[in-house]
């Protein structure tokens, strides 16, 4: 069957937020990608996901970018609904318009970092809508994984007796943070490998991504430089009253955890733990011994062969 990559305005929540489906076969299972961030531009990462993991030989993607994030920045966003309620509202609203777009009753719904919240949340609220939930840097207890990732930080400062990290991060202090602080923090986090263990980020590549990306224009561009920590500024709080060990204890849809070893930005240890605690319809950890938080990037063969061998089959089990 033939494919699809189209770009498109809908109204979701109220707001108009920008969706890119794409795909090499129509007849495949549908997946609907939560982006991190909060207010991670999605976009510009569909490249390499689609080289390195095949993401689209194997779903029709739903590329979401949230409001407040990328192509979904604008002016008109009530600063009252950047809330997690309300982004659980939106991914609920964005699976059932890829249900009426592909004529599907059910799609797989991945959750990487930030996104990871509001999927599992949206998994524990409407499991009718999902094959699986697939978790990707699984944030479980905001608060308790970044106390786990500071002082993580602190011993690798002092391991690599580096004076610098060691001031900067003893300046921060324990969270809860401010925007600033967790940027600060999670820059050391990176620098000793617990954010991805391969290139990593910068602010500049970022930027360079951006201008590449054909769903931008330039105002997308310049909006996204003035307003870069938009979403981050209105959800810190809120994640940081995030347990997902009280709030979602049982997820009635098969779960899977695909977690680097490595992670110290959401913390892989947290994840592991409530897997275990964790009632669902059946449940999966994966573990990816040379990835911290970003394993698709990592890992992406690894990546590739368990969404192929693993978890595509639930599609045929659950139509």
Known sequence: MAGMDCLGKYIVGGVGQWVHFAGRDLSNPVLVFLHGG??????????????????????TVVYWEQRGTGKSLCRNIPPESMTIEQFVSDVVDVAELARGQFGVERVFLLGHSWGSIIGVLAACRRPDLF????????????LEGDLCSYYWARRRAQEQRSDR????????????????????????????????????????????????????????????????????????????????????????????FLEGR??????????????????????????????????????????????????????????
């Open 262 to 319: 490595h992670d110290f930005a959401a913390p892989s240890e947290l994840a592991e733990s409530y897997h275990a605690g964790l009632e669902a319809q059946a449940k999966r950890l994966i573990w990816f011994e040379n990835s911290a938080h970003y394993p698709f990037f990592e890992e992406p063969q690894r990546f590739r062969e368990i969404l192929r061998n693993d978890i595509t089959s639930i599609a045929v089990r659950t139509t």
């Open 38 to 59: 909060p207010g991670l531009p999605l976009f510009p990462m569909r490249r390499m996901l689609k080289q390195h993991t095949g993401l689209e030989d194997l779903f």
């Open 131 to 142: 094959h699986a939930y697939i978790g990707v840097g699984q944030v479980v207890h905001m």
């Open 165 to 256: 990290a060691q001031q900067d991060l003893e300046k921060i202090g324990p969270p809860p943070y401010s925007v600033k602080a967790l940027i600060k923090e999670r820059a050391w986090v990176q620098k000793f490998g617990g954010l991805r263990r391969d290139e990593g980020f910068s602010v500049a590549k970022t930027f360079i991504d951006c201008i590449r990306t054909p769903q931008y224009t330039l105002l997308d561009v310049l909006r996204m430089a003035r307003h870069q920590f938009f979403s981050l500024e209105h959800l810190l709080g809120q994640m940081y009253d995030v347990d997902l060990f009280k709030q979602a204890p049982r997820l009635h849809v098969p779960v899977f």
